[in-house]
């Protein structure tokens, strides 16, 4: 290779180094900082974080009471970002999340204002979306994807960066709406909160028992929160690392897998929307390892939770018993990072 | 920079690693060919053994290095020397793209780090993979080489090359063989004979080779054997060529135009077999000189030397058929040799077909030359020149059949020496050989004149009995004079007594001299059993016998290999042997070269039945 020596590297170069150390620095320091307040959950914090930097949104999958909400609060507070939390229901309409026109009688006489919903937060917290029916869980798509909100014929648009982190009960399926594809697309990663070990419900009660709460520090600011999330997309992906996310993506689909468990239980694949996932997520990973490049072990890191919300299990799987998870950790284990 | 000294590292290994491949596979395929080869009887020189091995390891060392090992690879394994995390990777595939900021940075960092790569770390010495295999296949080999081969084929394979060839003979062995090809060259030359001389020249080289040892005695047999088989047919289409000629020349003498030509043609056949073709052409320019002045008559004769001539043809067939029945013991193995042989077979019946093609187009062009005469055409006269000239070189051809004939023999009796391995044995030896060739033949086995009531005698003593003196069996042959077998085991005591007396019983008998081989030094079996071969006159009694009484297995195989195949308990034994003889004829897993050696083995030692040898006595 003829790569200029460490030494001998221009002033942009110099700074993308600054850069990532700097990213790396205040990633560390946000997850400190969620970690004081969260006990454990580390790898389900570290997620939220990576999306929130990749541009993505997260759907939370786990019983009540592991601390989602707190995480969501704690993340938003780290970066004094505003905050929101709705609690979907099946009576929940569109109006009652995005907002709606209002008459106001003001000086000038009696005027329609439009009454902005919790959805225009920095951060959202969609608490049991599946609760809701399909005409409210659609009523996020808009804002999930173009990051803004028509109301009428106005379109409002969301202040960046704008974040929904949606939560739905795995067990309780009664009166429940599970989420149409094009919703469920649109989360970069799909996280399973786990109960706490014994150690980390000792933490747990250690903390929330006594009498102080020191509450949650600023360790980010929005406008540097937006520069890390411009830096992500900086960075390069070699093509190896590229070829192996896509067909890792080709490898979820029926016809065009190695896998014959694929070939059988599975409906549909994964969108380019998963690659997309895997590949910003693998920024985000290498960003936090000050690597100024994606490897093959952070596209394994990221697969999983990137993936397994877009691979659609057919009867047979349904039946059997099949995860998504253990396909999608097959084809890691199956395929050859270069063929 | 370091990925070039990982690719050499790598090229290093993959080049170890394919000689081990190439060498494993080589291994394995040379055991197979190795146990086959001995399983047919064959050998494999142990030099290409090794050359074929050394082959193998540099073909597949020479294929794995010569492929191409991608940079891409080789920072694979610098990334996960080093970390793990693909920065070597990523650096070289993004050395290609544009550059940014980013990749700079990344190419900066991934050199650094590349730096402190040591490339035995990235590319560590082992053990190359495959020499487990490497080991098992050369096992392999070495067990198909060493290990000896257990199936009757390779048990009975003729040597290897080098171990076939034989001493030279020594000189004088082959002086009579000699003779007849030098006789028949001669013949060749003063008949002009192509044929004949090509099969002088082909039994005088066999006849050196054999000299030289340079031929073994397998191959010499093939060789005797399409060389006789080639003979034979060769004479038998002279004969059927002599008599077509003189068929026509007997047809030209009908008419008194053509009569000198016809004349002409006999009294060169007289002549060629004395001295050679003498007043050659005389046929022709008698012919063309009738056809000249006679044309009408000439068409008469000409045709009825074409109508004698078609009358030959199926004489010949007839004679093809009634000799076919008179063939000899050794015409029927030179033939079962052709059918085994191909090679040997194909220019023989191609020889007797061209014979054929030309007698016929000999007939035809008589038939169309007396039309030409009869139609007063003008080439009438050259045209029957050309058919006398045809009719002397057909007269010649058949002249050669004596000396065809001789080379057949030659041939045929030069196979039985070596048969009888006869070829380089001393005196000794060849007696014994003989003697062996007498006893399989059911010949005397006796001294005198009286051999074959001698032999029975002796046989039956030998084979049951184990008297002494007077084998009642010998003498049993009424009136003949006494036996004289050659038996030396010593009977004594009461039995033989009892014997002599039995003996005596027989009318007209003498006391017999044959002695007979045996274990029990007398007693009741013995006698009886004797007795009952007698052919006539001596009494006979049944006496049981004990249990393991008699000779050995081995005491009787050898006894009638000595004295004949007509004994009773050789017959039992043979008889139980037969299945493993039948299926010894039966395999073809016996090597061509000994066919012939084993089959009359096996058709010498069949027992005969004792009536036959007596029926061969005088």
Do not use: W
């Amino acid at each position: 290779m003829s790569a200029p020596r460490p030494t001998e590297l221009d002033a942009d170069a110099d700074a993308v180094v600054a850069a990532v150390a700097a990213f790396r620095s205040d990633v560390d320091r946000l997850l400190g900082e969620i970690g004081r307040r969260l006990v454990g959950q580390a790898e389900v914090a570290g997620a939220v974080v990576s999306a929130l930097l990749a541009g993505g949104h997260v759907l939370l999958e786990g019983v009540p009471g592991l601390g989602k909400t707190l995480l969501v609060r704690t993340t938003a507070a780290a970066m004094e970002l505003s905050f929101s939390r709705v609690q979907f229901t099946p009576d929940l309409m569109p109006a009652d999340v995005l907002g709606t026109n209002l008459i106001v009688d003001d000086a000038g006489g009696r005027r329609f204002e439009f009454q902005k919903g919790p959805l225009f937060a920095h951060v959202v917290l969609a608490d049991e979306i599946n609760r809701a029916t399909p005409k409210t869980q659609s009523a996020l798509l808009e804002a999930m994807q173009e990051q803004s909100v028509t109301v009428g014929k106005q379109t409002y648009a969301l202040p960046p960066p704008f974040f929904v982190l949606a939560t739905q009960n795995p067990i309780e399926m009664e009166g429940t709406y599970p989420l149409p594809e094009a919703q469920l697309y649109r989360f970069l990663y799909k996280l399973r909160v786990e109960p706490p070990t014994g150690a980390e419900l000792h933490e747990i009660l250690d903390r929330t028992t006594g009498a102080g709460d020191e509450g949650t520090r600023v360790v980010l600011g929005r406008e540097r929160l937006l520069e890390m999330r411009a830096l992500v997309r900086q960075v390069p992906v070699a093509r190896p690392i590229q070829d192996f996310v896509v067909r890792l993506v080709e490898a979820t689909h029926p016809g065009r897998s190695p896998l014959a468990e694929v070939a059988r239980f599975v409906r549909y694949g994964s969108s380019p929307r998963g690659a997309q996932a895997v590949i910003l997520g693998a920024k985000f990973e290498a960003l936090r390892a000050g690597r100024f490049a994606p490897s093959f072990s952070d596209v394994r890191r990221v697969a999983i939770p990137a993936l397994r919300h877009r691979v659609l299990l057919n009867f047979d799987g349904e039946a059997e018993g099949i995860t998504a998870d253990a396909l999608v950790g097959k084809l890691l284990t199956l395929l050859p990072e270069m063929p | 920079m370091r990925l070039g000294q990982i690719r050499r590292r790598l090229r290093l290994r993959a080049t170890l690693e394919g000689a081990i491949v190439g060498g494993t596979l080589a291994a394995v395929a040379l055991a197979a060919g190795v146990a086959i080869a001995r399983a047919r009887g064959g050998a494999v020189p142990a030099g290409e053994v090794v050359a074929l091995l050394v082959l193998g390891l540099g073909a597949g060392a020479v294929a794995r290095a010569a492929r191409r090992i991608p940079l891409a690879r080789c920072a694979r394994l610098a990334d996960a020397a080093l970390d793990g995390e693909d920065r070597l990777l990523s650096a070289l595939a993004l050395e290609a793209a544009p550059a940014t900021p980013f990749s700079r940075a990344l190419a900066a960092d991934a050199v650094r780090r590349a730096e402190a790569l040591v490339p035995g770390a990235a590319v560590p010495a082992r053990r190359p993979r495959g020499l487990p295999a490497l080991a098992l296949a050369a096992s392999m080999l070495a067990a198909a080489a060493l290990v000896p081969a257990s199936s009757r084929a390779a048990r009975i394979a003729p040597p290897s090359p080098v171990a076939a060839r034989r001493a030279p003979l020594p000189p004088g062995t082959l002086d009579a063989e000699r003779e007849a090809a030098r006789a028949a060259r001669d013949e060749a030359t003063r008949l002009a004979d192509a044929r004949l001389a090509a099969l002088a020249g082909e039994l005088d080289r066999t006849l050196r080779r054999l000299a030289e040892g340079t031929l073994s005695d397998g191959a010499a047999l093939e060789t005797l054997a399409a060389l006789e088989a080639r003979a034979a047919e060769a004479a038998e289409a002279a004969r059927r060529e002599a008599a077509a000629a003189a068929a026509a020349a007997r047809g030209l003498a009908e008419t008194a135009e053509t009569r000198p030509a016809g004349q002409a043609l006999g009294e060169a056949a007289a002549g060629a077999a004395d001295e050679g073709p003498a007043d050659e052409g005389r046929a022709r320019d008698a012919l063309a000189a009738s056809a000249a002045a006679h044309p009408a008559e000439t068409a008469k004769g000409l045709a009825a030397a074409a109508r004698n001539m078609a009358g030959t043809f199926s004489e010949a067939g007839d004679g093809a058929g009634a000799n076919a029945e008179d063939k000899s013991g050794a015409r029927r193995l030179a033939r079962d040799q052709k059918a085994e042989n191909e090679s040997a077979q194909a220019p023989a019946g191609q020889q007797a077909d061209d014979s054929q093609r030309q007698l016929e187009r000999l007939r035809r062009d008589l038939d169309d030359a007396a039309s030409a005469c009869r139609d007063g055409d003008p080439s009438c006269a050259s045209r029957a020149g050309e058919r006398g000239r045809d009719l002397e070189r057909l007269e010649r051809q058949g002249a050669a059949r004596d000396g065809l004939q001789r080379i057949a023999r030659s041939a045929q009796q030069l196979r039985t020496r070596i048969g009888r391995r006869e070829l380089g044995l001393g005196e000794q030896d060849a007696q014994a050989m003989r003697s062996f060739g007498r006893a399989a033949r059911g010949g005397d086995q006796s001294g005198g004149g009286e051999e074959q009531s001698g032999a029975s005698a002796g046989r039956e003593g030998a084979g049951e009995t184990g008297t002494a003196a007077g084998e009642p069996a010998g003498a049993g042959e009424a009136g003949r004079d006494q036996g004289t077998g050659r038996g030396k085991g010593a009977g004594n005591g009461a039995a033989s007594a009892a014997l002599g007396a039995e003996a005596e019983d027989a009318p007209g008998q003498e006391a017999g001299t044959g002695n007979g081989i045996g274990r029990q030094p007398g007693g009741p079996p013995l006698g009886p059993r004797a007795t009952e071969t007698a052919p006539a006159g001596g009494s006979e009694a049944e006496v049981p016998i004990a249990d393991g009484a008699g000779p050995s297995r081995a005491e009787v195989i050898g006894t009638a290999a000595g004295q004949g195949f007509a004994s009773r308990s050789y017959a039992r034994a043979y008889t139980d042997y037969a299945a493993a003889v039948e299926d010894a004829l039966a395999k073809t897993a016996v090597p061509e070269g000994k066919r012939y050696l084993v089959r009359r083995y096996f058709d010498l030692i069949r027992p005969r039945a004792p009536a036959r040898a007596a029926r061969h006595a005088p």
